[in-house]
């Protein structure tokens, strides 16, 4: 199974709103609703922010949102923050009962 | 509150067996659903997703990896344990500790990780 691929940076002003792309194939994204999305500060672990391609845990910010069409995932940030400079990746279960995530995305607040 | 605490050596020499524990608190390896599972991360790059364990001992692992890897659980220690076989530089690596409950498809939390680096 190869890695999902999301942009490797994406940023934005802060107040502005930016998305970041995830795109594998009908075996994984595009086959299941089992999409995830991880925000990672350096040095510290990956904290769950999006699952079931746009559901929130309890304390993530509405700011964070999450969609999918076809074989892409979405996430967006709206009214970009300083705190949300960090790397996001995707996840996404597959076919093989698996899983398998995304290169990472730098997010930079200009 | 569920945490996730990973333990095992900072350094091993290449050809060499990693084994690496990470003890759950606050959730119990027998509850029906459960799972347990690392992930890791190279210096600068991004996960990788390695293995998985449930409560009922199914198993689950990365099929670029499987010939290297065994999980298995230790319910009377509430631990989860991965072997990784003839380690190489390229493993070196942050390995996390992580939950996944039976057919929910994501993983929280996840353990604060521990470093390996393959060195002879």
């Known amino acids: 199974q190869s890695a999902l691929t999301q942009p490797a940076s994406v940023s934005g002003s802060p107040g502005q709103s930016i998305t970041i792309s995830c795109t594998g194939t009908?075996?994984?994204?595009?086959?299941?609703?089992?999409v995830s999305w991880y925000q990672q500060y350096p040095g510290k672990a990956p904290k769950l922010m999006i699952y079931?391609?746009?559901k929130r845990p309890s304390g993530v910010s509405d700011r964070f949102s999450g969609s999918k069409s076809g074989n892409t995932a979405s996430l967006t940030i709206s009214g970009l923050q300083a705190e949300d400079e960090a790397d996001y990746y995707c996840c996404s279960h597959t076919s093989s009962i698996t899983w398998v995530f995304g290169g990472g995305t730098k997010v930079t607040v200009l | 509150q569920i945490t996730l605490k990973e333990s095992g050596p900072t350094l091993v020499k290449p050809t060499q067996t990693l084994t690496l524990t990470c003890t759950f608190s606050g959730l119990s390896l027998s509850t029906s659903g459960v799972g347990g599972g690392w992930i890791r991360q190279p210096p600068g790059k991004a996960l990788e997703w390695l293995a998985l364990?449930?409560?009922?001992?199914?198993?689950r692992y990365s099929p670029s990896l499987k010939s290297r890897l065994t999980i298995t659980k230790d319910t009377s220690k509430n631990q989860v344990v991965l072997t990784m076989t003839n380690m190489d530089p390229v493993d070196t690596a942050t390995y996390y500790c992580t939950h996944e409950k039976w057919g929910e498809g994501w993983f929280d939390p996840w353990g604060q990780g521990t470093q390996v680096t393959v060195s002879s």
């Open positions: 079931d391609v746009n």
């Open positions: 009908s075996s994984d994204v595009g086959g299941y609703n089992y």
């Open positions: 364990i449930y409560w009922n001992d199914d198993k």
